[in-house]
């Protein structure tokens, strides 16, 4: 008998549950792409060396920058590199700019052959402005 009531109450807990009204699920999610343009290489690079080239930039801005060009998936080109460094001239900031030449070596990984490029490069920037490298330095080394 009591085997029955207990057969009885879950069939009619059974019935209760498919009877419920509609339940209603969280709609799923969707991406909502950007329509803005994409921005091509040139135009990021001439975005990059604007910033730089602002004559009024202050070290926390130069450092900012490069913070956060460094964390974007590339290694900046010359150019904006050079913007860079001559930001860092006229800050009279040479430990940022050796920070900057640093960076760009790490940044560069496994692909030994973007700094000794990027260096080629900058070559003249670097002797106009009076930068040596940390190789030249030696504190590569370290």
Request: aromatic share 8%.
């Amino acid at each position: 008998m009591m085997f029955s009531a207990v057969v009885r109450l879950s069939a009619s807990g059974i019935r209760s549950l498919a009877r419920a009204g509609p339940s209603y699920t969280a709609p799923l999610a969707s991406r909502c792409y950007s329509h803005a343009k994409a921005e091509t290489d040139e135009e990021f690079d001439a975005r990059w060396v604007t910033y730089f080239s602002k004559p009024d930039i202050d070290a926390w801005e130069l450092k900012k920058g490069m913070n956060t060009l460094i964390g974007y998936d590339l290694v900046p080109e010359p150019k904006i590199l050079d913007s860079a460094l001559r930001a860092c001239r006229r800050l009279n900031d040479l430990a940022s700019a050796i920070r900057i030449l640093e960076a760009v070596k790490d940044k560069s990984g496994p692909h030994k052959e973007i700094y000794p490029y990027l260096i080629q490069e900058l070559k003249p920037t670097l002797q106009e402005l009076g930068i040596s490298t940390p190789e030249e330095l030696g504190i590569d080394q370290i």
